[in-house]
């Protein structure tokens, strides 16, 4: 079966720096485009970031863009989003998810980042 | 990017059917036939129900529908259960090699 799980959320003051991971198994981690979703308090779904299989393709949503940084580590099978210059609107739940063909197709539990001061 | 747009909530009695409707743009729904679905009860991760507009992957009950016309996509749940109870969200790639996701909508079972 797929298991994505992440970890890393925390506490952490506006400006401050976070990295979150998202350990997989149960598939073939080098072969998968991976994505991160995160859904704010209350509210819905929303996009952060993705990546191929080979890690020379990222993309990412224009709210986190120039602050955020995926990359993965296919031989720890291991998807991370590096947050830095964090803001108390990047409060949210960060689920970690693997793209089969344009789905999101495997979902992990989620972490909690919480800015505030 | 926007996201989709959802109506907040659509309700039905068991054995109704109920549609939520998503509606894009060009540069999304509107070019791409990979809108998918995914249904998210309270404090839950979300499940992938339809993908490709109208696919259903393994073992997601077969009242479970979608389509797309244009800009607009949507999912139906015919002979709607009280276990049908949560949020809905779809999402589409855009034509920036983003995602985009709907803003939600809760399925209330009467």
């Known amino acids: 079966d797929v298991q994505l799980v992440e970890s890393g959320g925390g506490l952490v003051q506006p400006g401050g720096s976070l990295r979150l991971s998202c350990a997989a198994s149960?598939?073939?981690?080098?072969?998968?485009?991976m994505a991160w979703v995160r859904q704010g308090p209350g509210k819905g779904l929303e996009w952060v970031s993705s990546?191929?299989?080979?890690?020379?393709?990222?993309k990412y949503a224009d709210s986190v863009k120039g602050r955020f940084t995926v990359s993965r580590d296919n031989f720890k099978n291991t998807l991370y989003l590096q947050m830095n210059s964090l803001r108390a609107d990047d409060t949210a739940v960060y689920y970690c998810?693997?793209?089969?063909?344009?789905?999101?197709?495997?979902w992990g539990q989620g972490t909690l980042v919480t800015v505030s001061s | 990017q926007s996201a989709l747009t959802q109506p907040p909530s659509v309700s039905g009695s068991p054995g109704q059917s109920v549609t939520i409707s998503c509606t894009g743009t060009?540069?999304?729904?509107?070019?791409?036939?990979?809108v998918s679905w995914y249904q998210q009860p309270p404090g839950t991760a979300p499940k992938v129900m339809i993908y490709?507009?109208?696919n259903r992957p393994s073992g997601v009950p077969g009242r479970f529908s979608g389509s797309k016309s244009g800009n607009t996509a949507s999912l139906t749940i015919s002979g709607l259960q009280a276990e049908d109870e949560s949020d809905y969200y779809c999402?589409?790639?855009?034509?920036?090699?983003?995602?985009?996701f709907g803003s939600g909508t809760k399925v209330t079972v009467l």
């Open positions: 490709d507009v109208n």
């Open positions: 990546i191929n299989p080979s890690s020379d393709y990222t």
């Open positions: 998810a693997k793209l089969d063909n344009f789905r999101f197709d495997s």
């Open positions: 999402t589409s790639p855009t034509s920036s090699g983003t995602y985009v």
């Open positions: 149960g598939f073939s981690f080098s072969s998968s485009a």
């Open positions: 060009s540069s999304d729904i509107g070019t791409y036939n990979r």
